[in-house]
């Protein structure tokens, strides 16, 4: 399987980074092609321009000058995602990432009232992020994040798309050995895909 992993964290030496390099390990041991992004060190743009936005429903031209990202994007037969949750949400770099590459005529298309799924190519979403809140606050906010991408994300790929979440709560009280068992985990569900 093709797998399209985008990193977002702006420190190398993090526990997303170490998800990153643990996940690509799992994969390509399994024999999947691993192609991977890593937004903060390319320095990825992440703010939609006026240009852009201009042009953003015209399927003719809001590819400009993203063309290698959309070719990612359709190459890829599964996505995932390793990413810290902030402020109960993806980081903006990462949210930049879907406003400016994931545009008409490449992930959807409009339809009538709602829009409808392009990027059938993509069978399986993966994401690995780490929260400082406890599970049940998660839960009692609704989980945004897990929403977002489990409810609309996958959505925009083909007809039961898998969703496979491995996430670490309360990380900003967890040790080395806590981190570690979370790895491990990441690595085991990594290993099965």
């Excluded at 063309?67 to 994007?73: G, S």
């Excluded at 489990?150 to 709560?169: Q, S, Y």
Aim: charged share 25%.
């Amino acid at each position: 399987m093709r797998v399209l992993l985008v990193h977002c964290h702006p420190r190398a030496d993090s526990l997303s980074a170490a998800a990153r390099d643990v996940a690509v390990q799992a994969l390509t041991a399994r024999g999947h092609e691993v192609e991977s992004r890593d937004l903060y060190a390319e320095g990825f743009d992440p703010a939609l321009s006026a240009a852009e936005r201009g042009v953003y429903n015209d399927e003719t031209r809001n590819r400009q000058g993203i063309e290698d990202e959309v070719a990612q994007l359709q190459r890829a037969e599964a996505l995932l995602l390793v990413y810290p949750t902030w402020w109960y949400g993806m980081p903006a770099m990462l949210k930049g990432w879907f406003d400016r590459i994931w545009v008409p005529g490449v992930t959807f298309t409009f339809g009538d009232g709602a829009i409808q799924p392009a990027l059938t190519n993509i069978r399986r979403i993966g994401v690995v992020t780490t929260y400082g809140s406890p599970l049940w606050l998660l839960l009692f906010l609704g989980w945004p994040d897990r929403r977002v991408i489990g409810g609309g994300i996958r959505r925009l790929c083909a007809p039961g798309c898998r969703l496979d979440w491995m996430f670490l709560t309360r990380m900003d009280q967890r040790g080395r050995a806590d981190c570690a068992r979370f790895l491990e985990r990441v690595r085991a569900r990594l290993s099965a895909w």
